[in-house]
């Protein structure tokens, strides 16, 4: 037991053997150790390079998503007139004649008319 006890040595002198150790190999944590300087070259490439792609990315995004939002938009109000057109067809029927007409609107290859026959102005759908 007195052996074992007497081949301990005190924290503090295992504390700087192991800091030597690590200073011989350049590996200590101080300002001015050679590991500080490669981390922070590696830091500042990294924070260099997130901040140019963020600079980059985001008014991409942001147009991006614009684009979607009128997209959606455009796809939702022809969907409306699409169904308006099919409702106005039930509800008053297809234009058949030759008669002149003033479109109203169009969405895509339907058109709702006004046409007026004998003094009465009626919608129309034109397919």
């Not at 981390?39 to 942001?62: D, E, H």
């Not at 684009?67 to 509800?91: C, I, M, Y």
Request: hydrophobic fraction near 45%; glycine fraction near 10%.
């Amino acid at each position: 037991m007195r052996r074992f006890v007497q081949k301990m040595r005190p924290c503090s002198v295992m504390r700087r053997e192991l800091g030597v150790t690590l200073w011989l190999h350049g590996l200590h944590a101080g300002r001015g150790s050679r590991l500080w300087k490669v981390m922070k070259k590696f830091l500042c490439g990294f924070l260099f390079g997130t901040a140019m792609s963020a600079l980059v990315a985001v008014p991409v995004l942001l147009k991006e998503r614009h684009d979607k939002f009128q997209f959606g938009l455009n796809n939702g109000r022809t969907a409306g007139l699409r169904e308006a057109a099919h409702s106005l067809e039930k509800k008053f029927g297809r234009f058949e004649g030759h008669a002149s007409y003033e479109v109203l609107f169009s969405v895509k290859t339907t058109d709702v008319v006004s046409i007026e026959t004998n003094g009465v102005r009626t919608v129309r759908v034109i397919p």
